[in-house]
């Protein structure tokens, strides 16, 4: 998707799994208004026909045209561009926010306490979009409106999450029994050490007290 190809410019993510963005509807939305808007420039020309020279004509409705058209590419994009990506270990709230202007969330998949789903008025419902409501830690919110499925999205973003504190569960738990494993293992060592340093000892003992004894009879 070309949504997926802009933001790997502006976006480090490399293991990106989804990426939720806004309805469709919101588009269809601003494409009905620009074309009302350019139905209406046609209009004025039209009646301009026999009060304005043609060239002038022409030029203010190219003029006009261009700029509304400007406007409604730089709109598109702001709202297109706009998304939730679902990582491996995080999930990213992506902004944008102008032609050079966008802004990064980056939350650890850990760090989210509950994600909400909520649909206002009777648009919503018939045309299955709905708002997303993320919470962190201390209380800290941000909401993400207009997109397509709120239901199947927020149970796509709680099965990874599910999935990811499942696998760090386990890491978690190999983790210690390596630790166990290091702990039993250099314990046999010290204690084989140990014993050996002990058999060591008692020879060199037995060692000594023999010399000990030879020189003795020797000696008488």
């Not at 999935?163 to 010290?190: C, G, H, I, R």
Request: charged residues 25%.
């Amino acid at each position: 998707m070309l949504r997926n190809v802009l933001i790997k410019r502006y976006v480090d993510t490399k293991d990106i799994q989804r990426v939720i963005g806004h309805s469709s509807v919101v588009h269809v939305k601003r494409a009905i208004v620009m074309i009302a808007l350019l139905f209406v420039l046609y209009v004025i020309f039209a009646l301009l026909h026999k009060t304005t020279p043609a060239e002038y004509r022409k030029r203010i409705f190219w003029v006009i045209g261009l700029a509304l058209f400007a406007k409604w590419t730089i709109d598109f994009l702001n709202s297109y561009l706009d998304c939730l990506i679902l990582s491996k270990d995080s999930l990213t709230l992506f902004l944008w926010e102008g032609l050079l202007e966008y802004k990064t969330e980056v939350f650890s998949r850990n760090k989210i306490t509950t994600i909400s789903r909520s649909q206002n008025g009777i648009s919503d419902k018939l045309f299955a979009k709905g708002d997303l409501l993320i919470k962190l830690e201390f209380d800290t919110e941000f909401p993400f409106t207009d997109i397509d499925a709120p239901k199947k999205q927020l149970w796509k973003l709680m099965m990874l999450k599910e999935s990811f504190l499942a696998k760090q569960k386990q890491q978690v738990e190999k983790d210690l029994a390596d630790d166990s494993e290091n702990t039993e293992s250099n314990d046999k060592e010290f204690k084989h050490c140990i014993q050996e340093k002990t058999i060591g000892y008692h020879r060199d003992t037995s060692c000594f007290c023999f010399c000990q004894g030879s020189r003795s009879t020797t000696s008488s």
